[in-house]
């Protein structure tokens, strides 16, 4: 009776580690998670750590990301520890070593996005020493065409820029400065102030109908709520 009780009650209280490429990254990842998922679930940083006010206290970027899982048994030992492993990647330098995701398709031309996160996605899940299929159902994959902050547009626009995947920070800066949360920028985006303005935005995503409304003008946003659904 009692191991059957415990099983129930794990199945309401997920352990989900995170590995992401920054603290913006974490941020954004852990609100929708908790909105999507419930908040009752242990979210546990694996890649990178943040402080308390949510600032990046080690070392980020896509490189630690592939560092990190390409790395002997580090995603097998964390599986050990959580139930599901969450990797965010962007794409925007996919095509740097030791990265080496093309954007090409065979006639030439960019290869799109679904492909793009094929691509991607086989290049995570490939390279990943040491896992069983099971365990890599385990994997929960947050691929992000260009960037995470195309996911966001919707929050701040309510025309064809919802569906943009380039220049992504840009187009956001453009409502944040009018609203006078300030502007991201490569140097403040994972300290404190960037942590900040992605909160302020993320409150409009309060309920799993927000988040899914806003999911469907993004194909990597998309193929990420998909997954969480079957976790739910």
């Known amino acids: 009776i009692l191991e059957g009780f415990l099983t129930i009650f794990n199945l309401y209280n997920m352990n989900i580690g995170l590995i992401a490429e920054g603290a913006s990254e974490l941020t954004v990842l852990k609100h929708i998670l908790g909105r999507y998922l419930g908040e ?117 626009y309510n025309d064809h820029h919802c569906d943009k995947t380039t220049q992504c920070i840009s187009l956001l800066n453009n409502k944040t400065s009018q609203k006078r949360l300030g502007v991201l920028t490569k140097e403040n985006k994972n300290r404190f102030q960037g942590v900040r303005i992605y909160n302020t935005l993320l409150r409009d995503l309060r309920k799993i109908r927000d988040i899914e409304e806003c999911a469907r003008h993004n194909y990597g946003f998309i193929r990420f709520i998909e997954q969480l659904k079957e976790i739910g």
């Open 40 to 156: 009752e679930h242990n979210l546990n940083e694996i890649q990178p750590q943040t402080n308390m006010q949510g600032r990046q206290v080690t070392e980020g970027g896509w490189n630690r990301v592939i560092q990190t899982f390409e790395k002997g048994n580090s995603i097998k030992d964390a599986l050990v520890d959580n139930d599901y492993i969450v990797i965010q990647i962007d794409t925007d330098l996919s095509e740097t070593e030791p990265y080496s995701v093309s954007k090409i398709g065979a006639n030439g031309q960019y290869c799109g996005d679904e492909e793009l996160w094929k691509r991607t996605k086989d290049r995570i899940l490939n390279n990943i020493p040491n896992i069983n299929e099971v365990e890599k159902g385990r994997i929960i994959l947050a691929i992000c065409i260009n960037e995470i902050e195309c996911w966001l547009l919707p929050l701040v």
